[in-house]
Nanobody, 120 residues
Framework: QVQLVESGGGLVQPGGSLRLSCAAS????????IGWFRQAPGKEREGVSC????????YYTDSVKGRFTISRDNAKNTVYLQMNSLKPEDSAIYFC?????????????WGQGTQVTVHS
């Protein structure tokens, strides 16, 4: 069965950290770039970060630069999003998705999402 599974979300205070994981089963992640997206209630889906197939290229939206770090461990078939200095505006459901490259907009496989809530 082909699927992506996100984990690592939760409730954290402002300034705290979380590490999200995006694990693949049924296919090999290293054939794809992986994007992280988020969607808060009443807001559009937002592209947060992306990592190329080899990890040699990474992208971050301006609002998370310097706070979030994307990485991948192809041996574990997993991509991570380390989120530091979290702010209430980072609260959202976070999804990962496969892409042919970070430059493309077409998304392949999606996970079910993991909830991140930043609240004091």
């Amino acid at each position: 069965q082909v699927q992506l599974v996100e984990s690592g979300g939760g409730l954290v205070q402002p300034g705290g950290s979380l590490r999200l994981s995006c694990a693949a089963s049924g296919f090999t992640l290293d054939n794809y770039a992986i994007g992280w997206f988020r969607q808060a209630p009443g807001k559009e889906r937002e592209g947060v970060s992306c990592i190329s197939r080899t990890g040699g290229y990474t992208y971050y939206t301006d609002s998370v630069k310097g706070r979030f770090t994307i990485s991948r461990d192809n041996a574990k078939n997993t991509v991570y999003l380390q989120m530091n200095s979290l702010k209430p505006e980072d609260s959202a459901i976070y999804f990962c998705a496969t892409k042919s490259s970070c430059a493309t907009t077409f998304l392949g496989y999606w996970g079910q999402g993991t909830q991140v809530t930043v609240h004091s």
